[in-house]
């Protein structure tokens, strides 16, 4: 059995256009719904072929309703833990070369509660599980360490496939296996990685730190995986793209389906690549059967080390996230209006970078908006969700939650 686990879970629109012009009205030529997420779509692949999984998801209100009706639909099984929030719809624009925008929203505040029974469900499906894999971005409010804890708590194996710092502390937490794509490694690593020997050179410094195999996942030329034993390599021509969203996790499902199987870390890669490969080949984040992946040829001979990585024409580019988010608890008595509300509304405009302010119910308003912010309604004991993008965004954050964790009404 192989468990799943998808903090922040989404419905995924995939939107076909001629050509997308931005500020322009485009028309769709087609569209889709997929139940989405990165852990959801490895359960996903896996149940298409016939491997047993199980899916965690927090999932809440009618979106939540809808992505629980949609995954009966794939038959994967699944666990949710229920939410006051709204679960997320992220949008892929694909036009006919394969070109993909994405738009991934930020999801639903999780509560403190909401996150130690995400935790107590996931320490309790996943100890009869062979493997355990965290996958895909944390909702917002939840500690960048949440990863990293449960690897600590569970004794199994796990895998792990997510990016900026809650990938960052669970490397540090020593998983069994991690699944960056090549931004994600910069990243993880501080570098650009610009040949097929950088990025061995950086899996190998990943894995003296202590993790067990690192797959580097390369679009569309392959994938290479480095343990303590040595460096594997496949790869496999999709001559038409259709949508690669998805095929990280398909690689990732593929791959731990054959590691579960015990087969070997050369074996295992050539079955992940083959299953990544044939996703691409499929509309929108569609999962592909064993008969798309008996269709795929994979070659796993190395290419040079200098062999130059080039961006992905159809991948779309991620810009690095400045995103940060914080909760604060209102302390002024009469919650956030009034003096409490203006004088929060004029350092927010002060700092001069995008801010939201939002409440556990999903709604979020321009914090710098005296009259948008009062009209939230939060009171005192209230929590609530800030969030701004931004070089300096913690530093600004961090300023705005000890002014609202002060009862300003006291004070003066
Ligand atoms: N254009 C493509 N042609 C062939 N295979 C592809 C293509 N894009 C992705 N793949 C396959 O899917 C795997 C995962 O894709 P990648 O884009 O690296 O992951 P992620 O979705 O996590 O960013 C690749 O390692 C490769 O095997
Ligand atoms: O959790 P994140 O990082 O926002 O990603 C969620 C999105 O990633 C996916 O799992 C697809 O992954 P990729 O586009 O990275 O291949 C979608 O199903 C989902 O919309």
């Known amino acids: ?49 016939g491997c047993p999984t199980l899916a965690l998801v927090p999932l809440g209100g009618p979106d939540g309703r809808l992505l629980e009706s949609l995954l009966e639909e794939a038959n994967v099984e699944f666990t949710v833990v229920h939410l006051s929030g709204i679960t997320r719809t992220n949008v892929a624009v694909v036009d006919p070369s394969g070109t993909t925008t994405k738009i ?44 990293a804890d449960i690897i600590d708590a569970h004794p199994a194996r796990v895998a792990i496939d997510a990016s900026g710092a809650a990938f960052r502390h669970a490397v540090a937490a020593g998983p069994d296996l991690i699944k960056p794509n090549l931004e994600e490694l910069e990243e993880l690593v501080g570098r650009g990685l610009s040949t097929l020997g950088d990025v061995l050179n950086a899996a190998r410094t990943v894995v003296e730190r202590g993790v067990g195999m690192v797959v580097v996942s390369l679009g569309s030329a392959g994938a290479l995986a480095v343990t303590v034993e040595g460096h594997w390599f ?18 990732l499902a593929g791959l731990l389906q054959a590691l579960q199987m015990g087969k070997s870390p050369q074996d295992a890669l050539a079955e992940g690549v083959a299953w990544g490969s044939a996703a691409v080949t499929l ?130």
């Open 104 to 147: 991934n929203e930020q999801g639903p505040v999780l509560t403190t509660q909401e996150l130690s029974s995400l935790r107590a469900a996931v320490l309790a499906s996943a100890a009869g599980g062979e493997w355990l894999a965290l996958c895909g971005s944390l909702p917002p409010g939840a500690p960048e360490s949440w990863f």
């Open 283 to 412: 509309p929108g984040s569609q999962v592909p059967s064993p008969a798309d992946i008996a269709g795929v040829t994979v070659s796993t001979r190395l290419p040079p080390l200098t062999t130059l990585l080039t961006p992905n024409p159809s991948q779309p580019t991620r810009r690095a996230s400045t995103m940060s988010s914080r909760t604060a608890t209102i302390a002024s008595s009469v919650g956030l209006h009034a003096r409490p509300a203006t004088l929060f509304t004029k350092r927010v405009a002060a700092a001069g970078i995008p801010i939201t302010v939002g409440r556990a119910d999903g709604k979020t308003v321009n914090a710098a908006s005296m009259l948008a912010v009062m009209a939230l309604g939060a009171k005192c004991g209230d929590q609530v969700l800030l969030t701004a993008d931004g070089a300096n965004a913690d530093e600004i954050l961090d300023e705005l939650v000890s002014f609202l964790e002060t009862d300003h009404d006291a004070q003066e």
């Open 234 to 251: 496949a790869s496999a021509l999709v001559t038409a793209p259709l949508s690669t969203v998805g095929a990280g996790d398909c690689l």
């Open 1 to 49: 059995m192989i468990v799943t686990v998808t903090p922040n879970p989404s419905i995924d629109r995939t939107v076909t256009v001629e050509q997308l012009e931005v500020g322009g009205i485009n028309r769709a030529i087609s569209s889709r719904l997929d139940p989405g997420g990165k852990g959801v779509n490895v359960s996903r692949a896996l149940s298409a072929n």
